[in-house]
């Protein structure tokens, strides 16, 4: 009788001492973010994996954070490349522009640019000719190198073919003020000199621009149709255009 209850009470002491062992490790375990207990021969974990993820979202987030700094100050970087860049191009641009416009024997005179496939500018640019007789004007093709070097050389768009120009040394005049520099400025003239006057007193530049820009500019093709080729000089007064 002595000896089963020794031995019961040493089993008793080995469940105590096994159990208060597990629930240290287990309060260890905890401390970290991960517990598990036995049941049999299965084990349960619980505690660590909604801290992992959590974690893992700061982390990510972080991560993300400076992804996008690093995107940011990359774009302006390219923006700036890009600003100084364009600001180069354009200087050169205009160099050359005066270098081709030299070597075509450019002198400053005033100069009409049309648009060379537009009918009713072409019709336009044939009743200057014929009313020119001084030879005040020379012409060039908004669409000619020598158009879009003059369009450069005035700070303009050398793409954009909605207006007729007059250049004349370092005034540019488009829209109506263009139309009406020339009917002022031909010589032996005096009706459309007279014309011109008028209509520069009478009408603001803002209702002669408006009716240039809507009833004409933006209206010639569909009434006046498009010539196939770009018309860039006229035969027997080469002299008088730039190409």
């Not at 299965?42 to 992992?52: I, L, R, S």
Request: a positive charge; glycine letters at 6%; aromatic letters at 8%.
């Amino acid at each position: 009788e002595e000896k089963k209850a020794v031995m019961a009470w040493q089993v008793l002491s080995g469940a105590c001492v096994s159990r208060a062992y597990s629930l240290a490790a287990c309060a260890a375990r905890r401390s970290s973010g991960v517990c598990s207990f036995s049941f049999g021969a299965k084990q349960v974990a619980f505690g660590g994996t909604g801290v992992a993820r959590n974690s893992s979202r700061r982390v990510m987030s972080s991560v993300s954070a400076m992804d996008r700094d690093a995107t940011s100050q990359t774009q302006l970087q390219e923006q700036e490349r890009q600003k100084t860049e364009g600001n180069a191009a354009a200087t050169l641009t205009k160099l050359e522009s005066r270098r081709y416009l030299d070597s075509i024997g450019y002198a400053g005179k005033p100069v009409v640019l049309y648009d060379g496939v537009c009918n009713l500018c072409n019709g336009g640019v044939n009743v200057m000719l014929e009313l020119d007789r001084a030879r005040t004007f020379q012409y060039a093709a908004l669409q000619s190198r020598a158009g879009r070097c003059l369009m450069v050389l005035s700070d303009r768009n050398p793409d954009d073919l909605s207006t007729m120009l007059v250049i004349h040394g370092d005034k540019c005049m488009d829209r109506s003020d263009a139309a009406l520099y020339v009917a002022t400025s031909l010589e032996s003239q005096p009706v459309i000199n007279a014309v011109g006057f008028v209509a520069q007193k009478v009408f603001p530049k803002i209702i002669r621009d408006a009716f240039y820009t809507y009833a004409v500019a933006n209206n010639r093709y569909t009434l006046f149709g498009k010539r196939d080729v770009c018309r860039l000089s006229n035969d027997g007064m080469e002299d008088l255009f730039l190409q």
